[in-house]
């Protein structure tokens, strides 16, 4: 059974940084690519930034560009997003999502909460 | 990286049908057949219902199907039934390892 584990949320001030992490389990992780999806309370979903299976292909959005680093370590099954200089609209429930060989989202964790507020 | 435009709402009574549009540009829906269609409750993570713009992984309904026509994209859901009530958001891969979802649509069956 496919598992995906986010971890790492939490209160904190703007400015600061936080690192996401997401456990894999069920699949051999280094086959997928693997992407981070948020969804602001209330709000719909937006894309945040994928990696492929060997990190060789990374994308952001334009919203978190220059402040989002994404990266994956395949021995330990596990994706990560480094989030820095954290504004109070990156407030959101942060997804992992696998990616499927058809190009589609077709598994999800349950989501880490991130709020960031003075 | 403009989101997808979708219909805020859409309703519709039990057993009637009932089309989601999503409408990107040449630039993602038009210019990939990698749409796909996600099915969130109240809650609850989003589930994949329809991908590569009009197949559907195993264990989903037939009554969903999906299409496209140029820079549109559509969900149809057919003999509505009121578990099918939920939100529901497209999904485009728009170039450069870039994707962009749809602002989604929340279906009301009355």
């Known amino acids: 059974e496919v598992q995906l584990v986010e971890s790492g949320g939490g209160l904190v001030q703007p400015g600061r940084s936080l690192r996401l992490s997401c456990a894999a389990s069920?699949?051999?992780?280094?086959?997928?690519?693997m992407h981070w999806v948020r969804q602001a309370p209330g709000k719909g979903l937006e894309w945040v930034s994928g990696?492929?299976?060997?990190?060789?292909?990374?994308g952001y959005a334009d919203s978190v560009k220059g402040r989002f680093t994404i990266s994956r370590d395949n021995a330990k099954n596990s994706l990560y997003l480094q989030m820095n200089s954290l504004r109070a609209e990156d407030t959101a429930l942060y997804y992992c999502?696998?990616?499927?060989?058809?190009?589609?989202?077709?598994?999800w964790g349950q989501g880490t909460l991130v709020t960031v507020s003075s | 990286q403009s989101a997808l435009t979708q219909p805020a709402s859409v309703s519709g009574s039990p057993g009637q049908s009932i089309t989601i549009s999503c409408t990107g540009t040449?630039?993602?829906?038009?210019?990939?057949?990698?749409v796909s269609w996600y099915q969130q409750h109240p809650g609850k993570a989003p589930k994949l219902m329809i991908y590569?713009?009009?197949k559907r992984p195993s264990g989903v309904s037939n009554r969903f199907s999906g299409s496209k026509s140029g820079n549109t994209a559509s969900l149809t859901i057919s003999g509505l039934q009121a578990e099918d009530e939920a939100d529901y958001y497209c999904c485009s891969y728009a170039g450069s390892s870039n994707w962009v979802f749809g602002g989604g649509t929340k279906l009301t069956v009355l």
């Open positions: 999502a696998k990616l499927s060989p058809a190009q589609a989202f077709d598994y």
């Open positions: 590569e713009g009009s």
């Open positions: 040449s630039s993602d829906v038009g210019s990939y057949n990698l």
């Open positions: 990696i492929s299976w060997n990190s060789g292909s990374i």
């Open positions: 069920g699949f051999t992780f280094d086959d997928y690519a």
